[in-house]
């Protein structure tokens, strides 16, 4: 036998007053007669029982009381789990924005419908964690069990417009459970992504999936490549994906510096992709644009930019200790040759443009520099404290070094404000004033500050990043505050072209039984019902003897 409330036992305690009041009603009251020998004859044999009358109702009473309790403490056999303890992932990312289920219902609300069954399952023992897995991994509320909390936790999760963390979010899930032997992972998801498959056949990891069929189309790939001999032709490839059950055939406008240029019509079979090569010839550079004539779930991948840049190759000398992102956004520039070292140099060379990756550098080397989120202060700048998701309100407009950008459509999770005694110009403000993006004017080479956490937020995500290390090689390269700022990226949306892909990479697995002991509640308040009717039966048929 095991009581699972041991609380409501102390519900016991109500037999005090119980046995008071039958206490009271077997004392009897004293009465003057003039002789006692009569009543001794009526009263004599009817005594003895009338007491034990009395103490069978007070131990039927009791009986109904002691069943009652035992009904609310939830008194079971058989063998009961171990409290659990539940980490609920609810996957937020843009693909959840698709209403492809029944009534037009979006994934986030047939995935929250979901959460909340999980939610009204939980016994008063267990526990639950929730957590988002959209542009970055966010922790809702930590272990509790009270329902109406977690509820409250679960509706506050909203869309986002960034790629999936749900790996990410597994892995930090598995941390929270290392020292709990009877933890379990939840992820409701669309299963829209890479890995999916793996996570439902993962023996942890309970995957509810909410998802339709939506197709959707996207530009997947917009890759410029600089002619070997002349450095004004540029071939631009542009690829479709047809994320679909059904073929596509659509019109593309693409437009140069303004001007229409001519692209054919996609024709991609259903699951299918299209590509095309573009030729462009260009001495000045310019922005370049496509657009997808086609609607569907998610418009921000119908369109893509970028910016054709000027005939010049640049050198690039990358300090890190390890960055795929940088190293990618450099390489993908047909006019920087890219050199990635991870010790500080120890001098400067002509015409080369130096970028340091959270390197601390108390002096930085002549030449242009470029620094991204500094650990700390330099002779050159000061860094204020850390700015938990700091809006951009403000962007400089006449050196073209934020040109084509867009921060403040970027979602920065943490960045530091930047100031300088030298003669500088801030080229993105928050909204109160703090400078995040700054150039510093020195005598031996222009120095850029890029205070923003990249591990965080969307910025990585965005083509606004690209596109400012572009503007930012560009300009340093050039030395001048005048012309066309910016360098080639691809204008792609997602860093994984299979955020575009709506549909369910996986089903649903099935979870485990949660193992319970059988429960008599309702059987005891049958058995405590049946007791007080034979108790009203008894106490009518006494008043009609």
Known sequence: MTILNTIDLWWLLAALPIVALYALRIRQRRQAVAATMIWREVVGDR????????????????????????????????TRSAPRHLVLIVDNSASMQTADLEADTARLAAAKSAAETLIDELRDE?????????????????????????????????STDGPTRVTEAVEVARSLLEDHRNGRIVVVTDGAFDGASDLAAAADVQLIVAAGRAGNAAITRLELRG???????????????????????????????????????????????WSTVIPIESTEGGLLTVRLDHQDEVAGDNEAETIVPASRIRRVRLVTQGSELLERVFRSMPTVQLDVVEAFPRSAENNVITVFDRISAARLPDGPVIVINPPEDS??????????????????EVTGLVAHCRLDEAQIAEARPVRSEQPSVSLAQTADGQSIYHLIQRKSGPVLVLSVNLDKGDLRHLRTFPLLMANAVQWLGRGTTSGVAGEFFSGVQLTNAAESDLRPHAESNDAPPVPSAATWGLYLVGAAWLLLGLEWIGYHRRRTV
Not at 53 to 77: D, I, K, M, Q, S
């Open 47 to 78: 005594q003895a029982s009338v007491l034990l009358r009395r103490l069978l109702g007070l131990g039927l009473h009791l009986a109904v009381l002691v069943l009652l309790v035992a009904a609310l403490a939830e008194v079971t056999t058989g």
């Open 126 to 158: 267990d526990q639950m964690t929730i957590l988002s897995a959209g542009d970055q991994v966010t922790r809702h509320f930590g272990a509790t069990a009270h329902r109406r909390t977690l509820q409250v936790a679960l509706a506050g999760i909203e």
């Open 227 to 273: 002619d070997l001999v002349d450095s004004g032709r540029y071939e631009l490839l542009l690829e479709v994906a047809n994320y679909a059950d059904t073929a596509l055939d659509c019109e593309v406008a693409a437009k140069f510096k303004g001007e229409n240029i001519a692209v054919p019509a996609v024709t991609a079979s259903a699951g299918g992709t």
């Open 379 to 396: 002779e050159l700048w000061k860094l204020g404290d850390i700015v938990r998701n700091p809006v951009v309100t403000q962007q400089d």
